[in-house]
């Protein structure tokens, strides 16, 4: 396959690479990121040692102004 | 009395602040952090949306100290229980809190609370362990299903979000007040510290307000009057509030006017 579906838009995911280097080239800081894998959401501690497997579907989120 | 002394007590948390504030549409977040400081608020609703990639960085909770606020993610967006919980657990799983201020509002038109799918939203979210804060319909019985259900307040509708129309419901939420054995909190729709003053004033437990303070000309100002207004509402329930009459009664007395025989 070697893609992954990232917020719902198809992305270039060659082989499994841990889930941190996907946050970086979004651009992203792991700080506040809300992850969710393939409908489960990711433990904050465990972003680190998550890895993203081409064919995975992907929710990247974050807490944003709002009432 | 102080404020020590009359706390809001949520799921067992005690709160010297009865306003909640919400932290959208404020011109910038930097005014939201200063409005939310002058408001005295101690619990502040976040939403959770996607962010794609080149967003900027930075985040709303970079600007708000999670010793002085409990950040409160909202479901907002959610149009039935499944994605509410779906938000929720995301919350949770990332750390943000395993408090949700639930909100099932299917139609943008009036982003009225869907009865059903909150109800339904509150029961899975309870069991898995969250403390939930419903947004709903004034409607005393919903009020009595969602606290059975384990909810740790109910959010009945002054009036519409954002439409700062104040207490358009005061009856029904009188009638869930008399009944409710959690804090109602009145969320959505306040527009003047007026507003939030009636509520206290009736007797409810908290006020929520977003778009009254991020929108007003001078936000961190208005965040100010809101917590006087909240404060003076539930100073007046607590010294009680004086009976309406339907007659004029006389504050001065009645004898010994000049001329008189």
């Known amino acids: 396959m070697g893609e992954i579906i990232v917020n719902g838009k198809t992305r270039a995911w060659p082989v499994a690479a841990p889930l941190p280097r996907l946050l970086e080239e979004m651009g992203l800081t792991v700080k506040w990121v809300l992850v969710e894998r393939n409908g489960e959401p990711v433990e904050r501690v465990a972003i680190g040692s998550t890895t993203i497997e081409p064919g995975d579907r992907l929710e990247i989120a974050a807490p944003m102004a709002g009432g | 009395m102080n404020e020590f002394s009359d706390p809001l007590i949520i799921a067992g948390r005690r709160f010297r602040s009865r306003l909640l504030v919400g932290t959208g549409k404020f011109p910038s977040p930097e005014l939201m952090a200063k409005a939310a400081a002058a408001s005295g608020t101690?619990?502040?609703?976040?939403?959770?949306?996607?962010?794609?990639?080149?967003?900027?960085?930075?985040?709303?909770?970079?600007?708000?100290?999670?010793?002085?606020?409990?950040?409160?993610?909202?479901?907002?967006?959610?149009?039935?229980?499944?994605?509410?919980?779906?938000?929720?657990?995301?919350?949770?799983?990332?750390?943000?809190?395993?408090?949700?201020?639930?909100?099932?509002?299917?139609?943008?038109?009036?982003?009225?609370?869907?009865?059903?799918?909150?109800?339904?939203?509150?029961?899975?979210?309870?069991?898995?362990?969250?403390?939930?804060?419903?947004?709903?319909?004034?409607?005393?019985?919903?009020?009595?299903?969602?606290?059975?259900?384990?909810?740790?307040?109910?959010?009945?509708?002054?009036?519409?979000?954002?439409?700062?129309?104040?207490?358009?419901?005061?009856?029904?939420?009188?009638?869930?007040?008399?009944?409710?054995?959690?804090?109602?909190?009145?969320?959505?729709?306040?527009?003047?510290?007026?507003?939030?003053?009636?509520?206290?004033?009736?007797?409810?437990?908290?006020?929520?307000?977003?778009?009254?303070?991020?929108?007003?000309?001078d936000p961190v100002a208005m965040a100010r009057a809101f917590r006087l207004g909240t404060e003076a509402g539930r100073m007046a329930y607590l010294a009680g509030t004086a009976r309406e009459k339907s007659n004029a009664e006389a504050s001065s007395p009645l004898t010994g006017f000049l001329g008189g025989q």
């Open chain 2, 42 to 217: 101690e619990i502040i609703t976040v939403a959770l949306r996607r962010v794609d990639a080149g967003a900027a960085q930075g985040n709303i909770l970079d600007h708000l100290d999670p010793e002085r606020y409990l950040i409160l993610p909202n479901t907002s967006g959610a149009r039935d229980a499944e994605e509410a919980v779906r938000l929720a657990r995301l919350a949770k799983a990332g750390g943000i809190s395993d408090w949700v201020k639930l909100e099932v509002t299917p139609h943008p038109a009036h982003l009225l609370p869907d009865t059903v799918e909150t109800l339904k939203a509150t029961e899975i979210l309870v069991k898995e362990g969250f403390v939930v804060l419903p947004y709903m319909q004034p409607d005393p019985i919903l009020a009595r299903q969602l606290e059975e259900a384990g909810a740790a307040t109910v959010m009945p509708l002054g009036s519409p979000i954002g439409t700062n129309r104040g207490i358009q419901t005061r009856d029904a939420i009188l009638m869930i007040i008399a009944e409710a054995s959690v804090p109602v909190v009145v969320d959505a729709g306040l527009g003047a510290p007026s507003h939030a003053a009636d509520a206290m004033e009736f007797g409810a437990g908290a006020v929520l307000v977003n778009t009254a303070i991020a929108t007003a000309e």
